[in-house]
Protein backbone atom coordinates (compact mmCIF):
# COMPACT_ATOMS: atom_id res chain seq x y z
CA UNK A 1 0.00 0.00 0.00
CA UNK A 2 2.77 2.28 0.79
CA UNK A 3 4.41 1.57 -2.43
CA UNK A 4 1.50 2.55 -4.52
CA UNK A 5 0.75 5.57 -2.27
CA UNK A 6 4.02 6.90 -3.14
CA UNK A 7 4.98 6.18 -6.93
CA UNK A 8 1.44 8.69 -8.00
CA UNK A 9 0.46 8.23 -11.53
CA UNK A 10 0.92 10.42 -13.89
CA UNK A 11 -2.73 11.30 -14.29
CA UNK A 12 -3.28 11.65 -10.65
CA UNK A 13 -0.86 14.67 -10.27
CA UNK A 14 -2.44 16.13 -13.37
CA UNK A 15 -5.91 15.47 -11.73
CA UNK A 16 -4.63 17.18 -8.55
CA UNK A 17 -2.76 20.23 -10.40
CA UNK A 18 -6.04 20.59 -12.22
CA UNK A 19 -8.58 20.45 -8.89
CA UNK A 20 -6.15 23.08 -7.39
CA UNK A 21 -7.03 25.87 -9.50
CA UNK A 22 -10.26 24.79 -9.83
CA UNK A 23 -10.73 25.62 -6.14
CA UNK A 24 -8.95 28.73 -6.73
CA UNK A 25 -11.18 29.50 -9.91
CA UNK A 26 -14.40 28.72 -7.84
CA UNK A 27 -12.95 31.24 -4.56
CA UNK A 28 -11.74 33.61 -6.78
CA UNK A 29 -15.59 33.69 -8.31
CA UNK A 30 -17.89 33.70 -4.89
CA UNK A 31 -15.49 36.27 -4.02
CA UNK A 32 -16.25 38.43 -6.80
CA UNK A 33 -19.94 37.21 -6.65
CA UNK A 34 -20.02 38.51 -3.16
CA UNK A 35 -18.39 41.36 -3.52
CA UNK A 36 -21.03 43.04 -6.41
Not at 2 to 14: F, K, L, M, V, Y
Not at 16 to 32: Q, W
Request: glycine share 2%; aromatic share 12%.
Amino acid sequence: VEDAQSNEAPIQRIADSIAGSFVYSVMTLSAATFAF
